[in-house]
T-cell receptor
Framework: DTEVTQTPKHLVMGMTNKKSLKCEQH?????MYWYKQKAKKPPELMFV???????INESVPSRFSPECPNSSLLNLHLHALQPEDSALYLC?????????????FGPGTRLTVL | AQSVTQLGSHVSVSEGALVLLRCNYS??????LFWYVQYPNQGLQLLLK??????LVKGINGFEAEFKKSETSFHLTKPSAHMSDAAEYFC?????????????FGAGTILRVKS
């Protein structure tokens, strides 16, 4: 099973709201990722967790706060977002295998900030 | 830094025709290369990946890609297009760091299949 699940599928929030995105995988993968994809653009990496520790932060604004409660779960906490943060947020996971470590993507959460 | 360039933001083919989507990479080390497909409002699905084991890589749904070091290319092909192949295709290179891999994506190519 190569499934990564994400909830919710759609989210609409105001600029003063606090919300969270959730990602889950049960493949025993040791790395989990958050990507942001704007319309008509490729995904861009935001964060990487390896062995439940934040290993890569691509200079993401602090209004995005990732959390990895355990090896199967990854959250993205959102606070005081801007309309330009509206995008498809993709979660992925990988084994952290040497070489061509394959990332498996979830279906994404479509976020709209009003 | 590693990067990939996809030539052609849109490609249109007739059903049954050859599909050729172009990807060139830039890397100072032997690259790990991937092709992903994205259907509208969905996540990315892996089509195939280059691991240096073989230069011709076969993937899902009849797609394959050939790694050519001399041309720094990893073009994606399919002998006969099907309507269901209409989607956006991304070439990506892995910046493997050992503690998590950063995938660097090309700009994407939207494939249209005409009946």
């Amino acid at each position: 099973d190569t499934e990564v699940t994400q909830t919710p599928k759609h989210l609409v929030m105001g600029m003063t709201n606090k919300k969270s995105l959730k990602c889950e995988q049960h493949m025993g993968h040791r790395a989990m990722y958050w990507y942001k994809q704007k319309a008509k653009k490729p995904p861009e990496l935001m964060f990487v967790y390896s062995y439940e520790k934040l290993s890569i932060n691509e200079s993401v604004p602090s209004r995005f706060s990732p959390e990895c409660p355990n090896s199967s779960l990854l959250n993205l906490h959102l606070h005081a977002l801007q309309p330009e943060d509206s995008a498809l947020y993709l979660c992925a996971s990988s084994q952290l295998a040497p070489g061509a470590d394959t990332q498996y993507f979830g279906p994404g959460t479509r976020l709209t900030v009003l | 830094a590693q990067s990939v360039t996809q030539l052609g933001s849109h490609v249109s083919v007739s059903e049954g025709a050859l599909v050729l989507l172009r990807c060139n990479y830039s890397s100072s080390v032997p690259p790990y290369l991937f092709w992903y497909v994205q259907y509208p409002n969905q996540g990315l699905q892996l089509l195939l990946k280059y691991t240096s084991a073989a230069t011709l890589v076969k993937g899902i749904n009849g797609f394959e890609a050939e790694f050519k070091k001399s041309e720094t290319s990893f073009h994606l092909t399919k002998p006969s297009a099907h309507m269901s192949d209409a989607a956006e295709y991304f070439c990506a290179v892995s910046d493997a760091r050992g503690y998590g891999n950063k995938l660097v994506f090309g700009a994407g190519t939207i494939l249209r299949v005409k009946s």
